[in-house]
């Protein structure tokens, strides 16, 4: 991921106002969010996905930056160490419109290392995938 990359998916967030398969937004203004089901779905999907911090969903996806984004990424890092396989994302930051938002990217798995999940909640606990732009739990069929 690059900073390039990064200003693309925020551009195409802002434009059409909703989250996507591989793209989800957090506000993370006073804070580092809990992504677990986030970081399962994304590497449970063949393209992976993005996480862009510093965009809140439920404000109309407004731009609000980040609290801290040296910060944001060790804490993400904490949570993909978590997972099983642990995860290892890629990062950038850009400055849009004053505020500063950071983007984890995040690869998908090949199909023999899946599915990714939270080692405490468990396979079947700590399971997900990508559903539109929702984070389901994986089920077994």
Known sequence: MDERA???????VLLRRCETQS???????????RLYDTLSSFSNQADGGIVIFG???DAGYEVCGVFDPQRLQKD???QCKEMQPELHPSFAT???KGSVLVGAFFEGLPAGMRPAYR???GISKGSYVRVG???LHMTHA
Do not use: Y
């Open 6 to 12: 990064l200003n693309d998916a925020i551009e195409l």
């Open 23 to 33: 793209i989800e937004v957090k506000a993370a203004r006073r804070g580092t969010p």
């Open 55 to 57: 965009i809140d969903e």
């Open 76 to 78: 993400v890092a904490e």
């Open 94 to 96: 850009t400055v849009w």
């Open 119 to 121: 080692k405490t909640a």
């Open 133 to 135: 732009d929702q984070d």
